[in-house]
Each structure stands twice: as structure tokens, then as C-alpha cells.
């Protein structure tokens, strides 16, 4: 009987340990309770550190939103809303100094990341990441539309080439995939680099086939503000609709999709600048094209000028080219928040199934509003 009070106690007391010393992680109490010589548990008070505080700085939260109204005359027909873009919210926590989990979800759509990361090394040389999240292909995909000076966000080859939307025979992934990824940086930050094996499908679904995608990336910063970039993509895509783009894949089949991209991105107080060319292999076809996307104060930091060129061609075989001119302003009004007014010019749009060589004129506008 006196041993299994004994087990009970010790039990408990076990218990117990571990239960204070989650709560009171950090503390400089070496416990929240004593165990006296006759077996009984006293409690003692934890002043030294609240247990709440220590959770709440662990945990990071962000979010932003973008809205605004669009006008649009293409074809003969003018089309005008006001929308809702994105509401995006995540939150970060930090396990360890070496452990993270990170949940974004946005209220405009899907849930759109959740990965954990652990630090494998001491420094920044090696960690690894598994959940879904952002693919490494191009300069641009890998970066929040917070920080892209276009209302559209990235170009047309990034666009269609990761996944952003324009292609329906991957439908709308929002250049994010399920997948296990390696990265790190080197030589006190100027190298950087990604290595990804992803399931080459999209968001919140399994793979579409047996094969996977696998990602390089690699960033070099040779000087200050200067950033250069290099991405590659061999894979297998699945299919899941047609496309007026590549109209020999069939809804469900397995094709080759190959892509490779080099760009640049440069910031000073004078400027800010980034290009990048890009190209693609589906099946059988090849898509091509690059762009050179910048802004200039106006003076003052808080208003700048954006302007943006942009060529790609989806399917050079069958000539589905576009043009695309970005020009307006924008103003930060505070920090990460922004006013902007854009005019797109288009050559080409895709309309009831059909590409077509014609032109469009576009008048954006949008604010965003972001925290952390």
C-alpha cells in the first residue's frame, strides 16, 4: 500500500515538474513547488517572471489587406468594381531558438501557408522547412505583395510560370505548393540559397501524380542594395483544366514542366529597381519574356513614381504574345501603408476561351493597409 502511495506521489510530482516548468519557461526558480521528507507537495509563488509574458513574446502576429476600385475598357466593353483583393492574417511562433511554425491564412479566400522550420546549424547555414508554402521560382514569387510597386502584383511570366493564376492548367495556387524545403545563407548574408522538392500541385491538395518538383534558387549580393538572382523548376505537372495557352494537354495528363529565370534587384535612396528574364517549357512549347519594374521618389520618400515594362510570350509556337505598360503613383502614409493610382496598358488578353491581339486599358487604384 506504502509503495503504491509512493508511485501516486511520485507520479504526480513528475507531473507536476513538467507542467511548471512549461509554464514558468525561462524563470530563475528552479521550481514551482518543494516535495517535503514526508511526501506532501508545497506550492510556491512564481514571481520572478510572468509564464503569459514569456508565451505572448514568443508568438508574432501580421497582417494586412488590399482594396480598392477597378476600371477597365477591353474589347468594346467597359467594366468597373470596387474589390477586396486579399485580407491576409499569420502568425508566428517560436518554439526554440531553433523551432518555428508559421499559419497565414487569407480571409479573401484559402488558408494559404503552414510550415515549421528548425535551424539545423548555429548560424544561418543550413534549415530545413516542411509544410506548404511559397515556391523559390523567380525573383518575385518569394516576395509579399506588400512590397511589389505593381496593383497586379508580379509580372505576366512570374504569374503564369509559378502558379499565381494565369495558368488553368494549374488553376489558382497563389505560387504556393505542399513540400519540404532546404535553405541558408553564407558569407556573412551576400550568399543565399533554396533547394525544394514540392508536390508540383498547389495548395491544400495531395500530388497529382508520382512525380515531384524540384526547385533551386540562389542569390548573390555582391554590393549594398544590389541583389542577384537565379531560379530553376524540373518537374511533371497534372493537368486540371484546359488551356487556351497549350491546347494539346489534356485535362488528367502528366506533361513536362521545365522553367528557368535570371533577374536582378537593386534599392538606393534615388531608386529602387528589379528585372528579370524568364522562360518555360510545357510539353512541347516554350514561353518566354522579361520585365524591368521601378520606382523614383518624387522628392520626398512618402510619393514615388512606378513604372513598369513587361513582355512574355505564353506559346511561341502559336505567337500569343503581350505587351504590358504599368504608369501612376503611390504615397506611404504611414510605415507599410499605401495609396495607388496605376494605368495598365495590355496588347493581348484571353477572352470566352480565345487569345486575342487587341488593346486594353486599365485604371487601378488601391490601398493597403498592413501591420508587422
Known sequence: MKQQTFFVKATLAVALAIFSSTAAMGQSDSAAFTITKNGRIEFKEITEKNWFKDLTSRIKLHGYAHAGYNYNHQGGTDKNTFDIKRVLFWAEAQITDRWSFLFMHDFSSVVQEFYTDYRITRNKALTIRLGQFKNGLSLENPLSPTAMEAIDVYSE?????????????????????????????????????????????????????????????????????????????????????????????????????????????????????????????????????????GAVPLGTPKVEFVGSYDYFNFNTKLGYDQHKAIAGFQYWFYKKCRVQLQYVYKSAYVADGQFIHGNSHAIMTQVQVRFN
Open 157 to 293: 511570366g512570374v504569374t503564369y510560370l509559378t502558379g499565381c493564376g494565369s495558368d488553368p492548367l494549374m488553376g489558382v495556387q497563389y505560387g504556393r505548393d505542399l513540400g519540404l524545403s532546404l535553405f541558408g545563407e553564407t558569407n556573412n548574408g551576400k550568399l543565399r540559397y533554396e533547394v525544394q522538392v514540392m508536390n508540383g500541385q498547389g495548395i491544400n491538395k495531395r500530388d497529382g501524380n508520382n512525380f515531384k518538383d524540384f526547385i533551386g534558387r540562389l542569390e548573390y549580393r555582391p554590393a549594398k542594395g544590389l541583389n542577384l538572382v537565379a531560379t530553376g523548376q524540373v518537374g511533371r505537372g497534372h493537368a486540371i483544366a484546359k488551356s487556351v495557352y497549350m491546347p494539346k494537354i489534356q485535362v488528367g495528363e502528366d506533361y513536362r514542366r521545365n522553367r528557368w529565370t535570371v533577374g536582378f534587384d537593386y534599392k538606393s535612396k534615388w531608386f529602387n529597381t528589379h528585372g528579370e528574364y524568364l522562360e518555360g517549357y510545357d510539353c512541347c512549347a516554350v514561353s518566354r519574356g522579361g520585365y524591368l519594374t
